[in-house]
């Protein structure tokens, strides 16, 4: 039987790819631990790791040559892979080695320091860029800093990265957009929940955000930690101290790095905030719970890049169901680390927060940031609110999926149509077993009588709905209002004014005599009314 392979390779659409080549230069301020003769190399990291450079030694220019290639190759069809490059970081690790001593079999090493690059300007349509990635560290420079108020440069590497295909086109990027969440804290929390529970539990917000119509991705905050209430006690006319966001994918990240540049917690008028406790009536109940109780803080941001048909889609749950489902919860450290077992038994105080996106529909609008109330997690309420048959599945968060980039030749991760068939099939269990959840989920009653709330912002890069400029606006009141004809301008001197003027007086004389005429016509001839009203004599 012969096949045509022509058909044959018509139906199989061709996988269209991207190679992103990361190449570590150079090193310059590097410090070890003994002294500035420095041996070290650099392991570089895209959630697994991409490779190890060469061991080098600090030259008579104070600068380490590593010239190391790496490289990570996206798909471009799947918006999981571009939405990987949005919000994962490469990362870089400084490792010194150590003289070797006698009689040891093995050498040993001692990091200096970590770094992170962002991949994301790769795919607003730049084909590759050059950063100094600054190596942050406790044990060298930033330690010297403190200690002696010096002033000593951080350890740098020179890394130099670039694509062989764009990302993403300019067409496709004019018509995309680019959204970030930010989690801040829970506030109010129950009273069984205090700071050293840190040590056996993480306390996740888990949130679905469309990648195109077809795929979602469960974003997670971060594992969250429980803080006590700021001290009482400080200086009033200090200045407020500055708190930085951290990256909610930090993991393996420890230190400075974890906390992303230039972007800080900022704070804003209740009134002015789009949740549900922003009215007065609910300002000293928050001002309460912000500075005299302890929260559960993540103060993260994760970075989500919407496709064209993720913003359609976006828009269009948005207009559907105004309200969007924030899912927090209690994960158990020990539990939660083994593989086999049931989430049920890893988490633990489940709740869910309604988040109103609705502002992002009014035209112009790109921000919101509101308390959203905690209430308990029920599977029925849920699925009637949101408007679907089956679960979404963010429970396990977003660390549970597994890389959608390839590096180094590596093997890719499970797809995402394996993961929700998963999910499908779960869920198909789970109305039969409805009441028994709701039952079980007794203990999220506590985020009710507590009244706990959380605070999240959404920002956009491009609004949703576009703001009409005022001259667009002006032209559509004006098809509404008819023409009319312009009046006639008169130019004439003074007697020709005065002339007019006299002209006016008899029109209207004219007019009055009418209507008396048209109201006595009946009563009188014409001729006596007429010389009546011109003499002044009663009729």
């Given at each position: 039987r012969v096949v045509s392979t022509q058909s044959t390779g018509a139906a199989m659409k061709k996988k269209r790819t991207s190679t992103i080549q990361i190449k570590v230069a150079q090193a310059k301020n590097l410090r070890g631990v003994k002294g500035d003769a420095v041996t070290a190399y650099a392991r570089v990291e895209f959630g697994k790791t991409l490779g190890e450079t060469n061991k080098a030694e600090i030259g008579p220019d104070g600068i380490t040559k590593f010239n190391f290639n790496a490289s990570i190759e996206v798909n471009l069809d799947d918006p999981s892979?571009?939405?990987?490059?949005?919000?994962?970081?490469?990362?870089?690790?400084?490792?010194?080695?150590?003289?070797?001593?006698?009689?040891?079999?093995e050498e040993k090493t001692a990091p200096i320091g970590q770094g992170v690059m962002d991949l994301s300007s790769l795919l607003k349509g730049e084909n590759g860029f050059t950063q100094s990635v600054v190596i942050h560290s406790g044990t060298t420079a930033e330690t010297v800093a403190a200690n002696t108020g010096q002033n000593i440069l951080q350890p740098e590497l020179q890394v130099e990265v670039s694509v062989t295909n764009p990302l993403v086109s300019a067409d496709v990027y004019s018509v995309s957009n680019h959204m970030t969440i930010r989690v801040d804290s829970v506030y109010s929390l129950p009273e069984t929940w205090q700071p050293s529970n840190n040590a056996t539990h993480n306390y996740n917000a888990v949130m679905t955000v469309p990648l195109s119509d077809t795929v979602d991705v469960s974003v997670n905050a971060g594992a969250g930690a429980i803080k006590p209430a700021p001290e009482k006690n400080m200086d009033i006319s200090s200045p407020q101290k500055v708190i930085p966001r951290r990256y909610a994918s930090s993991n393996g990240l420890t230190g400075a790095v974890v906390h992303i540049p230039s972007s800080n917690v900022e704070s804003y008028a209740y009134e002015e905030e789009d949740g549900d406790l922003r009215t007065k009536e609910h300002h000293s109940f928050r001002k309460e719970s912000e500075t005299d109780k302890a929260r559960v803080t993540w103060n993260s941001e994760r970075n989500v890049f919407l496709l064209p048909s993720a913003t359609e889609t976006l828009q269009e749950r948005i207009a559907k169901c105004r309200a969007w489902p924030m899912e927090i919860f209690r994960s158990s450290l020990s539990s939660g680390a083994k593989k086999g077992k049931d989430d049920d038994t890893a988490t633990s105080c489940h709740g869910i927060a309604w988040i109103n996106l609705a502002p992002l529909l009014y035209p112009g609008v790109t921000r919101i940031k509101g308390a959203a109330l905690v209430h308990p997690y029920i599977e029925s309420e849920v699925l009637e609110r949101?408007?679907?048959?089956?679960?979404?599945?963010?429970?396990?968060?977003?660390?549970?999926?597994?890389?959608?980039?390839?590096?180094?030749?590596?093997?890719?991760?499970?797809?995402?149509?394996?993961?929700?068939?998963?999910?499908?099939?779960?869920?198909?269990?789970?109305?039969?077993?409805?009441?028994?959840?709701?039952?079980?989920?007794?203990?999220?009653?506590?985020?009710?009588?507590?009244?706990?709330?959380?605070?999240?912002?959404?920002?956009?890069?491009?609004?949703?709905?576009?703001?009409?400029?005022p001259e667009e606006l002006a032209s559509k009141v004006a098809e509404y209002i008819p023409k009319r004809s312009s009046l006639t301008k008169h130019h004439c001197g003074a007697d020709e004014a005065v002339a007019e003027y006299h002209k006016q007086i008899g029109d209207v004389a004219n007019l009055v005599l009418n209507e008396y005429r048209q109201s006595l016509e009946h009563q009188t001839s014409p001729q006596r009314l007429t010389r009546c009203l011109m003499s002044g004599r009663e009729l």
């Open positions: 892979a571009i939405d990987e490059i949005c919000h994962r970081l490469v990362l870089f690790h400084v490792i010194e080695v150590l003289p070797k001593e006698k009689k040891a079999r949101t408007k679907k048959t089956t679960r979404s599945g963010t429970v396990s968060g977003e660390d549970s999926g597994q890389q959608r980039v390839s590096s180094g030749g590596s093997r890719r991760g499970v797809s995402s149509a394996k993961k929700g068939a998963k999910d499908s099939k779960k869920a198909a269990k789970e109305p039969a077993e409805g009441a028994e959840g709701e039952h079980k989920n007794q203990e999220a009653q506590i985020y009710t009588e507590a009244k706990s709330y959380v605070v999240v912002e959404i920002v956009l890069e491009k609004p949703l709905v576009s703001k009409r400029p």
